[in-house]
């Protein structure tokens, strides 16, 4: 089975400040890796994925993640935040075999205060 | 471009009353699923369809049952409803196949149970 750890539950950080969202996995198969975002009212929306390759992937909107095997990590930052970058985000797993089930962390909130 | 919709989006039941939660994709894709969103907890997954005429229970099936009626719609039946299952509802869904696809989310209905 898999299972994934958010370390931090909320993130409060001031405008244009870096941050670094973290995240942990454990499986005992091969999985990919996947960064969703909540905006309020909304549902999930993809962020940016691992699948193989260059460990650190890029998302349209700035943010990045690296993909550290040896620590089981797949942290997510961001070196200068926006307002609009306020809301819920999710790390997720999904093994590369069989129908795709995502196991979601617990959630991090980010809050960007001016 | 409607993607996934939910309906309802919001309702409120009383112990012990059913109902239907609706969820119709529009993008063709072959796997659907379920979520329920609690604070602290992230989405956990509560039944999911990898294609058209199959369903599988995922990590909290109790209390729950689903149909797929077609390839465009799946809904989430609660027979009689508790207030451990007051929480937000996600339905998404993925073209199926590689579990490198993202999902592709509603906007989730808001259910409460008095």
């Known amino acids: 089975a898999q299972s994934v750890t958010q370390l931090d539950s909320q993130v409060p950080v001031f405008e244009e400040a870096p941050v670094e969202l973290r995240c942990n996995y454990s499986?005992?198969?091969?999985?990919?890796l996947f960064w969703y975002v909540q905006y309020p009212n909304q549902g999930l929306q993809l962020l940016l994925k691992?699948?193989?390759?260059?460990?650190l992937v890029e998302s349209i909107n700035g943010f990045e993640a690296e993909f550290n095997k040896s620590q089981t990590s797949f942290h997510l930052r961001k070196p200068s935040v926006h307002i609009s970058d306020t809301a819920e985000y999710f790390c997720?797993?999904?093994?590369?075999?069989?129908?795709?089930?995502?196991?979601f962390g617990q959630g991090t909130r980010l809050t960007i205060n001016p | 471009n409607a993607g996934v919709t939910q309906t309802p989006k919001f309702q409120v039941l009383k112990t012990g009353q059913s109902m239907t939660l609706q969820c119709a994709q529009d993008?063709?894709?072959?796997?659907m699923y379920w979520y329920r969103q609690d604070p602290g907890m992230g989405l956990r997954l509560i039944y999911y369809?990898?294609?058209?005429?199959?369903?599988d229970k995922g990590e909290v099936p109790n209390g729950y049952n689903v149909s797929r009626l077609n390839k465009r719609e799946f809904s989430l039946r609660l027979e009689s409803a508790a207030p451990s299952q007051t929480s937000v509802y996600f339905c998404?869904?993925?073209?199926?196949?590689?579990?490198?696809?993202?999902?592709?989310f509603g906007d989730g209905t808001r259910l409460s149970i008095l």
């Open positions: 998404a869904s993925t073209p199926g196949g590689a579990g490198n696809q993202p999902q592709h």
């Open positions: 691992y699948l193989s390759g260059s460990t």
């Open positions: 369809s990898a294609s058209e005429g199959t369903t």
């Open positions: 499986s005992s198969v091969s999985v990919y």
């Open positions: 997720a797993v999904s093994t590369i075999q069989g129908a795709q089930k995502l196991v």
């Open positions: 993008m063709n894709h072959n796997s």
